[in-house]
């Protein structure tokens, strides 16, 4: 007799479930149970005690089967160690101190995906608002990941708003006001992330990036922009308040996510695990603490899954 499944059953609910029992994996993997417990124990697969028992999440054995897949290599070199994207004081000093061995090339989030998409980088970071949805980054990672086995792990809700002078001498009260009033502003180059978001946040105002008075060059990090005010080259510019020190800043956004994208098969690589468990340390905890504008609740959270 031909044996009937019946939907919201517990087997089905089983089967649905995000977390698998070890007996579950071991079925799932057609390996036996002992097999499970060798491979926790070298800490070969994803597993959580989170509930004093072992359970292995489906999402991420499926990600770690994936990476264990065996593929072609014709016509397939790897990417070379690179961070590309958006710059970010706490991410790039968190590259330096895990030992990640990433070089950092930051040069705005859509150059970075782009970088990803061809190979010419391990890992982007991203923060491009979605004008039309309202969401963070994957919009623009589904435009420009078409096809690539890719994930947003999320970093952190950073705080952005205007740098200014020390002391804010120009009393300037918001956006609207430095834009009327004519005041300098330093920008970022087209396709960061920081230079769209102002122009996100000039069109909430009715205005736009012909009403601003800018400095000849953009500026290519925070701290460059940061730096613009410091010298007195501009008086104000849109930056994130990790970046801002001892400078004036004045609170535009609070909620902006930053996201690190990725290929699933190098989410498991040395360079990147080395770098989210140094996330994890007290030391960095410190770092976001001593820098300001980072939350760091969502941290590591799967924000897209490509």
Same mark, same amino acid.
């Given at each position: 007799?031909?044996e009937?499944?019946?939907?919201?059953?517990?087997?089905?609910?089983?089967r649905?479930?995000?977390?698998?029992t070890?007996?579950?994996?071991?079925?799932?993997?057609?390996?036996?149970?002992?097999?499970?417990?060798?491979?926790?124990?070298r800490q070969?697969?994803?597993?959580?005690?989170?509930?004093g028992?072992?359970?292995?999440?489906?999402?991420?054995?499926d990600?770690?089967l994936?990476?264990?897949?065996?593929?072609?290599?014709?016509?397939l070199?790897?990417a070379?160690p690179?961070?590309?994207?958006?710059?970010d004081?706490?991410?790039?000093? #968190?590259? +330096?101190?895990? %030992?990640? @061995?990433?070089?950092? &090339?930051?040069?705005?989030?859509t150059?970075?995906?782009?970088?990803? =998409?061809?190979?010419?980088?391990?890992?982007?970071?991203?923060?491009?608002?979605?004008?039309?949805?309202?969401?963070?980054n994957?919009?623009?990672?589904?435009?420009?990941?078409?096809?690539?086995?890719c994930?947003?792990?999320?970093w952190?809700?950073?705080?952005?708003?205007l740098?200014?002078?020390?002391?804010?001498?120009?009393a300037?009260?918001?956006?609207?006001?430095?834009?009327?009033?004519?005041?300098?502003? #330093?920008? +970022?180059?087209e %396709?960061? @992330?920081?230079?769209? &978001?102002?122009?996100?946040l000039?069109?909430?105002?009715?205005?736009? =990036?012909?009403?601003?008075?800018?400095?000849?060059?953009?500026?290519?990090?925070?701290?460059d922009?940061a730096a613009?005010?410091?010298t007195?080259?501009?008086?104000?510019?849109?930056?994130l308040?990790?970046?801002?020190?001892?400078?004036?800043?004045l609170?535009?956004l609070?909620?902006?996510?930053?996201?690190?994208?990725?290929?699933?098969?190098?989410y498991?690589e040395?360079?990147i695990?080395?770098?989210?468990?140094?996330a +994890?340390?007290?030391?960095?905890?410190?770092?976001? &603490?001593?820098?300001?504008g980072?939350d760091?609740?969502?941290?590591?959270?799967v924000?897209?899954?490509g």
């Amino acid at each position: 007799m031909q044996e009937t499944r019946i939907e919201g059953s517990p087997e089905s609910a089983r089967r649905t479930s995000p977390l698998m029992t070890t007996s579950e994996v071991a079925d799932y993997l057609r390996v036996k149970e002992r097999t499970i417990y060798e491979m926790v124990a070298r800490q070969t697969i994803p597993f959580s005690r989170a509930t004093g028992k072992l359970l292995f999440p489906r999402r991420l054995i499926d990600a770690w089967l994936e990476a264990q897949t065996e593929v072609p290599e014709v016509g397939l070199t790897p990417a070379p160690p690179i961070y590309s994207g958006s710059n970010d004081p706490l991410l790039e000093w #968190a590259l +330096r101190q895990s %030992g990640s @061995g990433l070089a950092v &090339l930051a040069r705005g989030s859509t150059q970075g995906l782009e970088d990803l =998409a061809a190979g010419r980088a391990l890992m982007s970071g991203v923060h491009l608002l979605d004008p039309e949805g309202g969401g963070w980054n994957v919009a623009a990672a589904q435009a420009h990941l078409p096809g690539i086995s890719c994930v947003l792990i999320h970093w952190a809700r950073r705080t952005q708003g205007l740098i200014l002078a020390p002391g804010n001498p120009h009393a300037i009260s918001g956006l609207r006001d430095a834009v009327t009033r004519g005041m300098r502003f #330093a920008t +970022r180059a087209e %396709g960061a @992330g920081s230079q769209r &978001l102002l122009d996100v946040l000039l069109a909430r105002e009715g205005l736009s =990036a012909a009403d601003l008075t800018t400095v000849d060059r953009p500026a290519e990090t925070h701290a460059d922009l940061a730096a613009l005010i410091e010298t007195g080259e501009a008086d104000c510019g849109l930056g994130l308040k990790a970046a801002a020190g001892l400078m004036g800043f004045l609170p535009l956004l609070a909620d902006e996510s930053f996201d690190l994208a990725m290929t699933r098969r190098d989410y498991f690589e040395p360079p990147i695990q080395s770098l989210l468990a140094f996330a +994890r340390s007290e030391a960095f905890a410190r770092r976001a &603490l001593h820098l300001g504008g980072y939350d760091l609740a969502d941290h590591g959270k799967v924000r897209w899954n490509g």
